[in-house]
């Protein structure tokens, strides 16, 4: 465990090279990931899929709900020590409190007693404080099982695995629990988006390409990758009047319904 | 050369013409952060409304068409979707291409309305970003976090009209750009069929 924290360090320290905007798509395994992509969308259309349906479809949404808070409050003290890593002492705060006051007050978590009442959920992990500590985001990913990911993002998933005393490489009494809540709130996950993944994984013409750039998008979004505010973070801000293939028309605007 | 330029009737023209330049200056940016979000309160109340509406969805796929006519710029969107494939296109395939595509959007995001019925959108505040101002919004929808959708905002067709929608850090027109050049690809770079297509899609 320490082993691996020193060399997550390392490799943090070493990666480190603040000021590199995260921009378009860094993907030169992308042959070895499209075959991961492949089994990940036979796993989804063939076991995910028709499991979640079957989940959503028998269990009533309250009851569902119970579950997935209960396998969020196991990762609260994840977030906790990612927070506090990345100098974000209120937020650790915070998630510790919520922590304690959903694992008593909610039932071990069943209930968001702390969300009842208008608190806050800031959710972190140990991507986002490698990416405060400077790393590049790395690589593009997908990974088995777990979907789109970066180099810096898959140590992160990693870490977080490893030092949370209630997810799957901890051998202790609520390892099981842990796990299968996980894996039911994974399954809760793709009942309540079926839309937007079936859309994803099946509607559109090259689904690999579709999960890249929505990944990618919405990772650096919450990582605060802000195009505005100095980086030329967000691909998004690039401004299409100003697209050099918009300016060979002499004006995007002279119609071509004014024809 | 430059006594020539500087004879006294162009230097009055250059004056003339400086004077007006400075004149309709203000008028040409005019698109302040009140305006921006103005638009995207119409945009707004124009979908609460087609929300609250009960309406089938095909009826709401309709409505959803219209308020992207009206208030957003489809025929960049379209062609920034394309990238640098649109230089190849003709004028009247451009013309076909502008109009399947509206409707492929319409279909593609309008039948998402119906996960939208009992929720609502909250317009927060704008910024300016580059020539173009960033309107950010918050959608409240039931059993779910509150997540953000922002609107780019430009005067540059001439109105003011949204040419990009934000969903938590995912822009529409981005993810679009990947979908139509892989149905470019998947199509051998065949326009037309990527337009026959398209009219089918979403």
């Known amino acids: 465990m320490r082993a691996v924290l020193t060399l997550v360090l390392l490799v943090g320290v070493s990666g480190c090279a603040k000021n590199h905007p995260a921009v378009g798509i860094n993907d030169p395994h992308e042959e070895a990931n499209r075959r991961v992509h492949n089994f ?220 | 050369m430059l006594n020539d330029f500087l004879t006294r009737r162009s230097f009055v023209k250059l004056g003339f013409a400086a004077s007006a330049v400075a004149m309709t200056a203000p008028a040409a940016l005019a698109l302040t952060t009140g305006e921006a979000t103005a638009l995207v309160d119409r945009v707004v109340a124009d979908i609460n409304k087609v929300i609250s509406s009960g309406k089938p969805l095909g009826g709401m796929i309709n409505d959803f068409e219209k308020i992207l006519i009206r208030y957003g710029d489809v025929p960049i969107i379209a062609r920034s979707a394309l990238g640098a494939d649109a230089r190849s296109l003709s004028g009247s395939q451009m013309s076909s291409y502008t109009k399947a595509f509206q409707g492929y959007l319409a279909r593609k995001y309008g039948k998402r309305f119906n996960e939208f019925v009992g929720g609502t959108i909250e317009v927060q505040d704008a910024r300016q970003v580059k020539s173009f101002y960033e309107v950010r919004t918050l959608v409240k929808l039931k059993g779910e976090a509150p997540f953000a959708v922002n609107f780019l905002v430009s005067d540059k067709s001439g109105k003011n009209l949204f040419f990009d929608i934000i969903i938590e850090g995912v822009s529409i027109r981005l993810s679009e750009k990947t979908e139509i050049g892989a149905m470019l690809d998947r199509r051998g770079g065949n326009v037309d069929q990527m337009i026959a297509d398209l009219k089918q899609a979403g």
């Open chain 1, 40 to 259: 990940n969308r036979s796993m989804d259309q063939f076991l995910l899929g028709p499991a979640s349906e079957g989940y959503g479809g028998v269990i009533p949404s309250d009851i569902r709900v119970l579950i997935s808070n209960f396998s969020r409050n196991l990762g609260e003290l994840s977030d906790a020590y990612n927070f506090l890593l990345q100098g974000k002492l209120k937020n650790s705060g915070i998630a510790v409190m919520r922590f304690g006051v959903n694992s008593t007050a909610g039932i071990f978590g069943i209930v968001d007693v702390v969300e009842e009442f208008g608190g806050p959920d800031n959710r972190t992990d140990f991507g986002e404080t490698l990416h405060v500590w400077g790393m590049a985001e790395g690589q593009y990913e997908e990974l088995p099982f777990f979907g789109p990911s970066t180099s810096r993002d898959t140590i992160g998933f990693a870490v977080d695995l490893l030092v949370n005393p209630y997810t799957f490489l901890n051998f202790d009494s609520v390892r099981g629990i842990g796990i299968l809540a996980y894996v039911v709130a994974r399954l809760d996950d793709r009942y309540n988006y079926s839309s937007t993944v079936d859309s994803v994984l099946y509607d559109s013409a090259d689904s690999y390409a579709q999960a890249r750039t929505l990944y990618l998008q919405n990772r650096r979004y919450r990582l605060g990758i802000d195009a505005a505010a100095g980086g030329s973070g967000g691909d998004a801000f690039e401004d299409p009047y100003a697209d050099p293939y918009i300016e060979n028309y002499s004006d995007p605007y002279e119609d071509p319904y004014a024809e």
